[in-house]
């Protein structure tokens, strides 16, 4: 299910680390590091942490509402954006506009880490619905609720993509 293991992203923890917001989805643990509401809206940073031994996909989706700037910190990754596969690995940087079809997955059998910076921000808060709602992966949406399909796609502008053969 989606976790969320931190209560405040502005709170620090005994030790003065700062702790974040963080949830799992399919696996890939999530921490809000920077949201909207600390930007103002402009902009808002997610880490996103695939685990090791095992491939981790994000199924084809369109954002409408938002670009993405992809930073891969480690890993290998192989992108399809609209028809094309690009591979990218640790340093790599990638942009991908909204209302063009993604996704991604890990591809090697090490732990992989990307940054993703949404601009405008506001992206951050479907990891915190999905948590309210128990959602632990993108099979229980994409088998799944239409009314929640809906509500997803009109709060994120986010949507399924499924692709003809």
């Given at each position: 299910m989606v976790q969320r293991n931190s209560n405040n992203t502005n709170n620090?923890?005994?030790?003065?680390v700062k702790s974040y917001e963080q949830y799992?989805?399919?696996d890939i643990n999530y921490r809000i590091l920077v949201?909207?509401?600390?930007?103002?809206?402009?902009?808002?940073?997610?880490?996103?942490?695939?685990p090791a031994e095992q491939e981790a996909e994000i199924p084809m989706h369109v954002r409408s509402k938002e670009n993405v700037l992809i930073y891969i910190i480690e890993g290998k990754f192989?992108?399809?954006?609209?028809?094309?596969?690009?591979?990218?690995?640790?340093?790599?940087?990638l942009k991908f506009d909204k209302n063009i079809p993604?996704?991604?997955?890990?591809?090697?059998?090490?732990?992989g880490k990307l940054l993703f910076l949404y601009s405008p921000a506001g992206f951050e808060n479907f990891f915190k619905d999905l948590g309210k709602l128990n959602i632990s992966n993108f099979k229980?949406?994409?088998?799944?609720?239409?009314i929640l399909l809906q509500l997803l796609e009109n709060n994120y502008g986010w949507r399924f993509v499924f692709e003809e053969n």
């Open positions: 620090s923890n005994n030790n003065g799992n989805l399919n949201s909207g509401e600390q930007t103002k809206g402009k902009y808002s940073i997610i880490e996103g942490i695939f192989l992108f399809r954006y609209q028809k094309e596969d690009i591979t990218g690995n640790g340093g790599s940087v993604l996704s991604y997955r890990k591809v090697d059998e090490k732990e229980m949406l994409s088998g799944g609720d239409p």
